[in-house]
């Protein structure tokens, strides 16, 4: 009879014992042996072949000093010891070390004892500026001289806040033939990046309001962008009831009546910006910073929040909750300031940041062709005429019953006799 011995992660001295039982009716009677031998076997130490970055579920971490919802403070990696037969190997000391420590990135413990699997965790706590760092992890060899090692892929400390100047929100159509049909779609998409103008991190939330027609509320972002859908509906800008007081109902700059036109705003929790004049990653007294008033949606593009008496007629995004558009701060709004700037009463709160764009909605089913001559003088200057049998060349301008441009999609042809 052979019997086969397999060691299982052990090392030194094994005793094993082998017992043979009477055997009647072809079972093993327990309750007697008739036989036993017994042997010591030596188990060598298992003979560390490498050692393996398995991996994190957390790449990307937020600078300690911010309270981000989305991306955690630290992260996780796991690595694995085996021997040289690809088994895993206990209880063997590992030790970590960064690559960058930069802004106080630090490893929670710098030597862990693997588990039965042969694996160990690196617990790596994010510092107070941006940067890219690694963790090596290393153990020794079988001989206790010789140094084994591994690196991790990179992990990033970033702040995972939007900064004003890398927001912005663009649509695929800008004059959908939305006036007078319902239900006629665009794709509006905002894009976030942080002050580094990296992405920011996925399920950060955007939220979207319009002045006319239905926009879905929020979207989350992922790769730092996300996309919402606006559709015509309602009363559109130029026929709402006149009580509404609705400021885009006139053209503020030559008084005509906007029929179509239609804002659409998005906004969302970040910081205004700085220019980091030293790269320590967090804004210093005295270097140049912007900072802005509570986003508008500004219905009527003239630059200024129209109000009705005291009270608001645009929407503004109104990020202290006290009913008042809040003005242009004088210190800095942002997440990443140095203690000396914290002291002079910069950082002291994130805020609303946004943008918005314009549409039109034109007619669908009711488009306008006029035809203007023109003729070319000796002078080479283009003369405007009245009739067509002067002119060396002629434009076309087509136009909705409301002199909005056409709707997206919009189709002409045009000939002329003896041209």
Request: proline fraction near 3%; charge should be negative.
């Amino acid at each position: 009879m052979t019997v086969n011995y397999t060691a299982t992660g052990c090392e030194g001295e094994d005793e094993i014992t082998f017992t043979i039982y009477n055997s009647t009716s072809g079972s093993a009677d327990l309750s007697e042996a008739q036989a036993v031998a017994k042997g010591v076997v030596t188990v060598a130490a298992q003979e560390v072949g490498t050692i393996l970055y398995v991996g994190t579920e957390t790449p990307a971490i937020s600078i300690k000093t911010i309270g981000n919802a989305v991306l955690p403070k630290q992260s996780v990696l796991t690595f694995k010891v085996l021997d040289k037969d690809g088994n895993p190997v206990a209880n063997r000391e590992v030790t970590f070390k960064l690559t960058v420590n930069t802004g106080g990135i630090e490893v929670s413990q710098n030597s862990v004892f693997t588990n039965d699997n042969g694996e160990v965790q690196a617990i790596v706590n994010a510092g107070t500026a941006h940067a890219t760092t690694s963790v090596i992890a290393s153990t020794t060899g079988t001989d206790g001289e010789s140094i084994i090692e591994t690196t991790s892929s990179g992990l990033s400390v970033t702040t995972g806040i939007v900064d004003q100047d890398s927001f912005e929100i663009v649509a695929d159509i800008l004059n959908p033939g939305g006036y007078d049909f319902s239900g006629e779609e665009i794709n509006v998409t905002a894009i976030a990046a942080d002050q580094f103008q990296n992405p920011v991190p996925d399920g950060t939330v955007i939220n979207f309001t319009a002045e006319s027609g239905v926009i879905e509320s929020t979207c989350q972002t992922s790769g730092g962008r996300c996309t919402v859908t606006w559709y015509s509906s309602g009363d559109r800008p130029g026929n709402a009831d006149s009580g509404l007081q609705r400021v885009n109902e006139q053209d503020p700059f030559d008084s005509s009546t906007i029929k179509g036109m239609t804002t659409i705003m998005a906004y969302t929790i970040g910081e205004h910006g700085f220019t980091d004049s030293n790269n320590n990653g967090v804004y210093d007294v005295n270097e140049p910073f912007v900072t802005y008033a509570e986003p508008i949606r500004d219905d009527d593009w003239d630059s200024v929040h129209d109000t009705n008496g005291s009270l608001p007629v645009e929407y503004f995004a109104d990020f202290d909750g006290d009913n008042i558009r809040g003005s242009a701060p004088s210190m800095y709004r942002g997440a990443l300031c140095s203690d000396a700037a914290k002291a002079a009463g910069h950082c002291e709160g994130l805020a609303y940041i946004g943008d918005s764009l314009r549409i039109v909605q034109s007619e669908k089913n009711s488009l306008i062709a006029s035809i203007r001559y023109f003729v070319s003088n000796r002078d080479g200057s283009i003369e405007e005429v009245n009739g067509s049998s002067y002119a060396s060349y002629f434009r076309v301008l087509l136009q909705d019953n409301n002199g909005n441009i056409p709707h997206f999609g919009s189709s002409m042809e045009a000939s002329a006799e003896g041209y």
